[in-house]
């Protein structure tokens, strides 16, 4: 079945550097892939997300990056603050009102930032 | 408020006793789901409904029902809980009936079954 894998799982940066969190998909037609932040004890919430017909897209200091190709995307957060401290995941879903309008996530990735 | 609500926030219960955890929203959204979060193993997707009167399972469906017979309303229910089902679950709602856009998510409710 459709399978996304997501890493590290675990990930710790100084504050102000860049951190990186990487996805593969199994699923060809998927198509939309939303990201999610979760704080502690909070519920997950969308930071940013990205289509297919999209290679990047920015938001301030966040950034998504999409190889289709390949089957992988990725986040990228720059400079960051210890707000940015967080279980992130990933997820992929194909678009469309259908039996396959499923979405799996990745298993998440807990983010600490050093001060 | 928008806002996306469950009920109970906490439940212990024993196996086998049949229960509903309830959800509702107030964004008039049609796409509604269930997940569950387990430690290393992210959100999986239980059930979803992209209407009124269409629901479809997720990845992990097996031990649960859902009914919609209400925009509003889409609820969990447990006919007979046993341990492996001891979880922290979220309802999410989504606007658009593919579910290819934001999800808001509920505050969730935390089973524990004996």
């Known amino acids: 079945g459709e399978n996304v894998e997501q890493h590290p799982s675990t990930l710790s940066v100084q504050e102000g550097d860049s951190a990186v969190i990487k996805c593969t998909y199994s699923?060809?037609?998927?198509?939309?892939f939303p990201w999610y932040k979760q704080e502690l004890g909070k519920r997950p919430q969308l930071i940013i997300d990205?289509?297919?017909?999209?290679g990047e897209k920015k938001d301030q200091r966040i950034a998504v990056t999409l190889n289709k190709t390949a089957k992988h995307f990725s986040l990228h957060i720059t400079e960051t603050q210890p707000e940015d401290s967080a279980v992130y995941f990933c997820?992929?879903?194909?678009?469309?009102?259908?039996?396959?309008?499923?979405?799996?996530f990745g298993s998440g990735t807990r983010l600490s930032i050093r001060p | 408020e928008a806002q996306v609500t469950q009920n109970p926030r906490y439940l212990i219960t024993v196996t086998g006793k049949k229960l509903t955890v309830t959800c509702s929203q107030n964004m008039n959204h049609e796409y509604m789901s269930w997940y569950r979060q387990d430690p290393g193993l992210g959100l999986r997707q239980i059930y979803y409904s992209m209407n009124v009167e269409v629901t479809d399972k997720g990845d992990v469906p097996e031990g649960y029902k859902v009914s919609r017979k209400e925009k509003r309303n889409f609820p969990l229910i447990l006919e007979s809980p046993s341990p492996n089902q001891t979880s922290l679950y979220f309802c999410?709602?989504?606007?658009?009936?593919?579910?290819?856009?934001?999800?808001?998510f509920g505050p969730g409710t935390r089973l524990t079954v004996l």
């Open positions: 997820a992929a879903k194909r678009s469309g009102y259908s039996s396959a309008s499923k979405i799996i």
């Open positions: 699923d060809s037609a998927s198509n939309y």
């Open positions: 990205i289509r297919s017909n999209v």
């Open positions: 999410a709602s989504s606007p658009g009936t593919s579910g290819d856009n934001e999800q808001f």
